[in-house]
């Protein structure tokens, strides 16, 4: 299945799934999915993180499945070989870099730093995950990277809930925000995929 060319644009808000069980990626999918949100990151935290991947990739076609919290080249060939089609860091470093475009699939580089923007954008990287958004300075920070830096566009992840949401969806440079109130504990440990396609729903709604 062809890459997404712009992951920023698929859903308002990116859901950042760490799931202990393999077995619940397909239905947790389905729920974000009937909710509107179709770019679901599942963060490579967990040993089963890789099945969830290849699951969601082989039996919920109409979801767009990426791979989070990828720190290595090892870890970026191991998620684009079970499907992941597309790859997100809490920071990267040359030799990511390097793998992630070597791997065919769009990536999200972490940063924190007008430095770490210009030096992404000096190697042709457009698109980044602002990381941890909340304690790096949020919305302040992103309008104050508008003016000089217009042609980063970022993913803000990190503290971000549905009070905040909406303000960093505002701004420009903001493609869409990574969050994880949609999937509330107690939901996914009772297995409510009704409550989460009610929340994920309501993340949606966020922009229109």
């Known amino acids: 299945m062809t890459p997404p060319r712009d992951v920023l644009s698929l859903a308002p808000v990116l859901p950042v799934v760490v799931l202990d069980d393999a077995s619940d990626a397909v239905p947790l999918a389905r729920a974000l999915v009937a909710g509107g949100l179709r770019a679901i990151e599942i963060t490579l935290r967990t040993g089963g993180a890789l099945d969830a991947i290849r699951a969601v990739a082989a039996e919920v076609p109409e979801a767009v499945v990426g791979a989070g919290t990828v720190l290595t080249p090892g870890q970026a060939e191991a998620a684009t070989a079970a499907g992941a089609r597309f790859l997100v860091s809490p920071g990267w470093t040359e030799r990511l870099l390097r793998a992630a475009r070597g791997a065919g699939v769009p990536f999200l580089p972490g940063v924190s730093t007008a430095s770490e923007v210009m030096a ?18 949020g919305t302040a920070f992103l309008k104050s990277l508008a003016g000089p830096l217009p042609a980063a566009r970022f993913c803000p992840t990190g503290g971000i809930g549905p009070d905040t949401a909406r303000d960093y969806l505002a701004l420009p440079n903001v493609g869409c925000v990574g969050g994880t109130w949609m999937l509330p504990a107690d939901a996914l440990a009772d297995r409510d995929w009704a409550r989460v396609t009610e929340l994920a729903r309501g993340a949606a709604s966020l922009r229109g």
């Open 120 to 137: 992404l954008l000096e190697r042709g990287v457009r698109e980044m995950k602002f990381f941890p958004a909340e304690a790096a300075g």
